[in-house]
Structures are given as structure tokens and as C-alpha cells.
Nanobody, 122 residues
Framework: QVQLVESGGGLVQAGGSLRLSCAASGRTLSNYNMAWFRQVPGKEREFVAV????????SYAGSVEGRFTISRDNAKNTVYLQMTSLKPEDTAVYYCAGGFVGWNNDRAFEYWGQGTQVTVSS
């Protein structure tokens, strides 16, 4: 079993930056694809970014490409999401997810954190 805990969310002005962290315990993250999703109340959970378990291949949603960067530090068992040039439409609860086969489909991920709120003011 893997436990994931997100941190780093908060309130930021448009154009600002935040770095989210996802710390894992229970098992090493190195064997898992790790992703970030986000959700706004009343809407479906949305894929943001993913980093693969092997060579660390990454993929991003079009809405965040060029502004967000996902990375992983296997030695620290932690995944990060660096968010820059934030926009009000980035406001959401951000969730960390881990899985063997998951990529950009949330139903393919076995492990989830509790979420961290990101609010971007205009």
C-alpha cells in the first residue's frame, strides 16, 4: 500500500508561482507512474501532468503545457509540480496519483492523495 500526501497549495495572484509536493510512504515511488490531476466542484477530475516510472517521460495537458513542470525525486520518494504563470482558471483541488499503468486517465491510478487547494486570484 502507498500513502500519498500533498502539500504546497495556497492562495496566489495571477501570474505567480507555486510548487506542489507529493510525499509517499509505504512503498518506493520509483516503480510507479506518478501524476497530478485537479478538480473544480461540480466538474470531473482533470488530468494535469504525468511522469513515467522509468526514464521519466512526461506528458502534460494542453492547458498547462509550458507553464507547469512535473518532476520526481526517487531518493526522497517525492513528486513535484512546479506551477508558473498561474491563471484564475488553474484554481482547483490538486491531487497526486500513483499507479503501475496509469497515464492520463484517472481511473487507471491505484493510489491517491487527499488533495491540496490552489486558488489563483485575478
Amino acid at each position: 500500500q502507498v500513502q500519498l500526501v500533498e502539500s504546497g497549495g495556497g492562495l496566489v495572484q495571477a501570474g505567480g508561482s507555486l510548487r506542489l509536493s507529493c510525499a509517499a510512504s509505504g512503498r518506493t515511488l520509483s516503480n510507479y507512474n506518478m501524476a497530478w490531476f485537479r478538480q473544480v466542484p461540480g466538474k470531473e477530475r482533470e488530468f494535469v501532468a504525468v511522469v513515467g516510472s522509468g526514464a521519466g517521460v512526461t506528458s502534460y495537458a494542453g492547458s498547462v503545457e509550458g507553464r507547469f513542470t512535473i518532476s520526481r525525486d526517487n531518493a526522497k520518494n517525492t513528486v513535484y509540480l512546479q506551477m508558473t504563470s498561474l491563471k484564475p482558471e488553474d484554481t482547483a483541488v490538486y491531487y497526486c496519483a500513483g499507479g503501475f499503468v496509469g497515464w492520463n486517465n484517472d481511473r487507471a491510478f491505484e493510489y491517491w492523495g487527499q488533495g491540496t487547494q490552489v486558488t489563483v486570484s485575478s
